[in-house]
């Protein structure tokens, strides 16, 4: 796998997601969404000719696509890709099937049916995870037509990022945004829920030893105070 400074991202490519439902009406992502395409073969064509565009440019990188693939007969995409120098990584999506992944190990460098966390603070998954860990961010996909309001989510619906993959330089911008946690004691995100077994003097509880964090914080600023004096 190449190094994370030289990952890009993408997801829900949907290709030939187009059916005619029982009551003989059309159904498919480039009547909901991607509607600037005429036909599904138009877009799928489109899609074709801007992942190829992106292998050609990038030999020596990786690309991320965060599931949604759709029709299994187009992976061989994926091998034309690859003949530029590119690695492809595959990450299950809801439409994905598992019954494809034999099929998608043979033409992927490598393929995910979970969430996985590719740094210490950026976790890829296709539907978007909440509530996310305080200080990390989500890139993902899965959504259409709309956005999560929540800096630590970022989609990558190819749709949404004008076919274009990002790279990880605009994930390390999004990240900066995010403040890291602290897990100095009582600045953790779960500070709030320290349960105590034995009584401290430091730490005011409830009877039952649940912290009461309002009140052991200014008592550790009573304590710092008096150290000052």
């Known amino acids: 796998m190449v190094s994370v400074e030289k990952m890009y991202f993408c997801s829900d490519l949907h290709l030939h997601h187009h059916w005619i439902n029982q009551a003989g009406e059309p159904r498919g992502v480039i009547l909901f969404e991607r509607t600037q395409f005429k036909t599904i073969q138009e877009h799928d064509q489109f899609v074709h000719d801007a992942l190829i565009s992106w292998a050609q440019k990038h030999p020596d990188c990786g690309l991320w696509i965060l599931g949604d693939f759709g029709d299994t007969d187009y992976l061989y995409w994926i091998d034309e890709m690859r003949a530029y120098g590119c690695e492809v990584y595959f990450l299950y999506g809801n439409h994905d099937s598992a019954s494809d992944f034999d099929k998608f190990k043979e033409h992927f460098n490598e393929v995910y049916r979970y969430p996985t966390y590719i740094t210490k603070r950026v976790l890829l998954s296709h539907e978007p995870q909440y509530p996310m860990v305080a200080g990390n961010l989500n890139v993902m996909g899965h959504l259409h037509g709309t956005k999560l309001d929540s800096i630590q989510?970022?989609?990558?619906?190819?749709?949404?990022?004008?076919?274009?993959?990002?790279?990880?330089?605009?994930?390390?911008?999004?990240?900066?945004?995010?403040?890291?946690?602290?897990?100095?004691?009582?600045?953790?995100?779960?500070?709030?829920?320290?349960?105590?077994?034995?009584?401290?003097?430091?730490?005011?509880?409830?009877?039952n030893g649940k912290i009461k964090l309002k009140e052991t914080k200014k008592l550790f600023q009573k304590f710092k105070e008096q150290e000052n004096v």
């Open 153 to 207: 989510h970022l989609c990558v619906s190819i749709n949404d990022i004008n076919y274009n993959p990002i790279s990880f330089n605009a994930i390390a911008k999004r990240l900066s945004q995010i403040p890291k946690a602290s897990y100095k004691f009582l600045e953790e995100p779960f500070a709030d829920k320290y349960i105590f077994f034995k009584s401290r003097s430091d730490v005011v509880t409830d009877k």
